[in-house]
């Protein structure tokens, strides 16, 4: 099946910094990503939708200025927590779907963000 | 997006059937439904979807209600490896479909 990954998988920041989270798609080309988060004994919860060459569409609540997605190309998009604070801290997770096997999506391995 | 409803765990005993129940009385005609599984610290992985018969893959078989309102996942031979959370969806037949998740079945294996 087709693969997702996710860079880095862990990272640990200091408050106020920026941390940026890429997500590729690696043998298919991926015109819409999605970026979920997830606190610990929780669902995943989305926070918004990548469309390659457009602005991402973001859920309630999701602050569009806090969290910036860029879907520069295909197989790429990158998810950018700006000003992180502790709260920040979670693990985010994107998934896509191959065109062509659409009723399967596939999902990175996640990415562990850490706030200090 | 159409609701389900999972209980919020199950246990199992290793090398035994596992059925896991999930009620969507609110389902359309167009929503498929898929299950997806998340082990400890990793992203999800699908395990099967179906829309009216029933579907069989190498992980699970589903078994969908003949009036659509529930679904049934089930693991014939459980191993250690499925224990995990296992979220039963409904999504629309398109890749540019949204996935939202509802808390998920927390399934624990006993050996």
């Known amino acids: 099946g087709a693969v997702v990954s996710q860079h880095p998988s862990r990272v640990i920041c200091k408050s106020g910094t920026s941390v940026k989270i890429e997500c590729r798609s690696l043998?298919?080309?991926?015109?819409?990503m999605f970026w979920y988060r997830q606190f610990p004994k929780k669902s995943l919860m989305l926070m918004a939708t990548s469309n390659e060459g457009s602005k991402a569409t973001y859920e309630q609540g999701v602050e569009k200025d806090k969290f910036l997605i860029n879907h520069a190309s295909l197989t790429l998009s990158t998810l950018t927590v700006t000003s992180a604070h502790p709260e920040d801290s979670s693990f985010y997770i994107c998934s896509t779907s191959d065109r062509a096997t659409h009723n399967e999506q596939f999902f990175g391995p996640g990415t562990r963000l850490t706030v200090l | 997006d159409a609701k389900t409803t999972q209980p919020n765990s199950m246990e199992s005993n290793e090398e035994e059937p596992v059925h896991l129940p999930c009620n969507h009385s609110t389902i359309s005609g167009t929503d498929y439904i898929h299950w997806y599984r998340q082990l400890p610290s990793q992203g999800p992985e699908y395990v099967i979807h179906g829309l009216t018969s029933n579907v069989n893959n190498r992980m699970a078989s589903l078994a969908i209600a003949e009036d659509r309102k529930s679904s049934t996942l089930i693991l014939h031979r459980a191993t250690l490896r499925d224990a995990a959370v296992y979220y039963c969806i409904l999504r629309l037949y398109s890749s540019a479909s949204k996935i939202i998740f509802g808390s998920g079945t927390r399934l624990s294996i006993r050996p």
């Open positions: 043998d298919f080309q991926a015109t819409t």
